[in-house]
């Protein structure tokens, strides 16, 4: 079945940086559009980042743009997101999706 398993949150002051990875399983990897989605604290879930398949597209939310970059190995069958220049507002859980699914998500905390 599918499997994403998110890692790399953490705390890190504002300005800071941080590299999200999500490592996939049970399905072919590099033929699906990935994506990153957020949840923060009593709020709803809020869609960050996609890439195409191949990686030759790439789209982010406009709060992000500039900050954020998100990429894929294919060969590792791995998601990334590198996240710069890190702001307060974006503390929340970080999830790695293929479509509707999801994995256990990783906690990034952004504070001074």
């Known amino acids: 079945q599918v499997q994403l398993v998110e890692s790399g949150g953490g705390l890190v002051q504002p300005g800071g940086s941080l590299r999200l990875s999500c490592v996939a399983s049970?399905?072919?990897?590099?033929?699906?559009?990935m994506s990153w989605v957020r949840q923060a604290p009593g709020k709803g879930l809020e869609w960050v980042s996609e890439?195409?398949?191949?990686?030759?597209?790439?789209d982010y939310r406009d709060s992000v743009k500039g900050r954020f970059t998100i990429s894929r190995d294919d060969a590792k069958n791995t998601l990334y997101l590198q996240m710069n220049n890190l702001k307060p507002e974006d503390t929340a859980v970080y999830y790695c999706?293929?479509?509707?699914?999801r994995g256990q998500g990783t906690q990034v905390t952004v504070s001074s």
């Open positions: 049970g399905f072919t990897f590099r033929y699906y559009t």
């Open positions: 890439i195409s398949s191949g990686g030759g597209s790439t």
């Open positions: 999706s293929k479509g509707a699914q």
